[in-house]
């Protein structure tokens, strides 16, 4: 794999970004005596990618080896197209919970919670497939047999095809409303200027 250090430095990146998503969250959980369930599982799929990552990190920074014949397997790529997809979903998450965190002034609460709870089940099957991607990752690296290691790169591209996929209908629909908030701007300026 070409260029660990970037790779490395990505991974502080969206460890830094889980940790202040799981402080939040254990926050809520404890302030919270019947917090929902959700809130829950989406600590622990945040907890379970943050030592993922901090594993593939001691690959990156040396501090653990694989056969030269495994990491060739790989391609920079679809680390990257995994990290990438960590990344959107740790910004949707924190964004997420930014609003519920002022549309409750200060404090999430379980009613705020269930307003947005089909984009937080969404959120938390995001992070379940990076999780399941950063693991056939480390399959790969240090697997039993080169044979479950190929196996893995396989499983791999399914899993990077369908985030493209999934990538490009979040791009197409941002685009839409995009295309449909411009829309209504212009109509409201066309209107404007029919009452000067």
């Not at 943050?50 to 990491?71: I, K, M, P, V």
Request: hydrophobic share 40%.
């Amino acid at each position: 794999m070409a260029d660990p250090l970037s790779l490395a430095a990505g991974v502080v990146g969206i460890l830094t970004a889980a940790a202040q998503i799981s402080s939040l969250l254990i926050d809520f959980t404890r302030s919270s005596k019947d917090a929902p369930q959700a809130a829950r599982a989406v600590l622990t799929e945040v907890n379970d990618i943050s030592s993922t990552l901090a594993h593939l990190q001691s690959f990156l920074l040396g501090d653990e080896y694989s056969d030269r014949s495994r990491t060739q397997l790989l391609q920079v790529d679809q680390v990257v197209t995994v990290m990438g997809g960590c990344v959107m979903t740790f910004s949707e998450l924190e964004k997420l919970l930014d609003e519920l965190k002022a549309e409750g002034m200060g404090i999430l609460d379980r009613a705020h919670w269930a307003r947005k709870e089909k984009a937080i089940s969404n959120l938390v099957q995001r992070l379940q497939n990076h999780k399941g991607s950063l693991s056939l990752i480390l399959h790969v690296l240090n697997g039993h047999t080169i044979t479950e290691a190929k196996d893995s790169v396989d499983r791999l591209h399914g899993m990077i095809e369908r985030y493209y996929q999934e990538m490009s209908s979040r791009v197409e629909a941002l685009e839409l409303r995009a295309l449909q908030h411009t829309d209504g701007s212009s109509t409201h300026h066309q209107l404007e200027n029919m009452v000067e």
